[in-house]
């Protein structure tokens, strides 16, 4: 059974990165295109007070769209992407982990806790910060 596998992948060709050369070629053409018909073709040009007005959601505008917002919401949005990027880190750890663990490997094991029990602690002493200077407290 091995000798047919051997063999079937054996007549392939080795092409290289010619593949993904054009690929790249052809996207190249085709967006160049694109960007050169939308450029090229005429459009209506209709502009006046109604038509450069703020659309949400069929609702009326009330107020200006560019008012100031408080520094805070920043701060949560990126407490929210700490965490977020947290948790992209810890599904191939858990992966990796339990494939150590099956595999019986101890000293694996015990790297990759450690390993992510100072992450963990990092990540805990960043947001026991955030809380001490009082960045999720909405007033």
């Not at 019986?104 to 990540?123: D, G, H, Q, Y």
Request: charged share 15%; proline share 4%; glycine share 6%.
């Amino acid at each position: 059974m091995n000798l047919l596998a051997a063999e079937s992948t054996a007549a392939l060709p080795n092409l290289g990165y010619g593949p993904i050369l054009v690929l790249v070629l052809f996207v190249t053409f085709v967006s160049t295109v694109i960007l050169a018909i939308t450029h090229f073709l005429p459009k209506a040009k209709r502009t006046g007070p109604r038509k450069d007005e703020t659309y949400e959601s069929g609702m009326e505008v009330v107020g200006d769209a560019r008012r100031r917002f408080n520094v805070r919401f920043y701060l949560v949005a990126m407490l929210f992407l700490l965490f977020d990027v947290e948790l992209i880190f810890l599904y191939p750890w858990a992966v990796t982990f339990l494939d150590a663990k099956a595999t019986a490997n101890a000293a694996l094991v015990n790297f990759l806790f450690v390993e992510m029990a100072i992450f963990f602690a990092l990540l805990l002493v960043g947001l026991l910060y955030d809380l001490g200077k009082g960045v999720l407290e909405f007033d």
